[in-house]
């Protein structure tokens, strides 16, 4: 079994910034791709960054330039750096592990709120 700890959420206004972490534990041979997702209240889950076994990080078009995605390989934990926050990226932040035999794993998720 492996466990995923998200943290980093809360209430902050726009133009700041939080810093989410991922921390993965349990039975983890090798992890592949780390990915974060969000779901904002009444809409579907939506995929937000992901980063590779080898760093190469990919950004949705709407965070593209504003998130920044990193992992530490040592410490299986991903991290998500948020600048500029604006309320639409009020959401639960996921982070989704795959590992190298395929299976998925899904944290609990953390709240980010961005007030006006």
């Known amino acids: 079994q492996v466990q995923l700890e998200e943290s980093g959420g809360g209430l902050v206004q726009a133009g700041g910034s939080l810093r989410l972490s991922c921390a993965a534990s349990?039975?983890?041979?090798?992890?592949?791709?780390m990915n974060w997702f969000r779901q904002a209240p009444g809409n579907q889950r939506e995929w937000v960054s992901g980063?590779?076994?080898?760093?190469?990080?990919f950004y949705a078009d709407s965070v593209k330039g504003r998130f920044t995605i990193s992992r530490n390989n040592a410490r299986n934990t991903v991290y998500l750096q948020m600048n500029s926050l604006k309320p639409e990226d009020t959401a639960v932040y996921y982070c989704?592990?795959?590992?190298?035999?395929?299976?998925?794993?899904w944290g609990k998720g953390t709240l980010v709120t961005v007030s006006s």
């Open positions: 349990g039975s983890i041979s090798s992890i592949d791709a």
């Open positions: 980063i590779g076994s080898s760093g190469t990080p």
């Open positions: 989704r592990v795959s590992l190298g035999s395929g299976i998925l794993y």
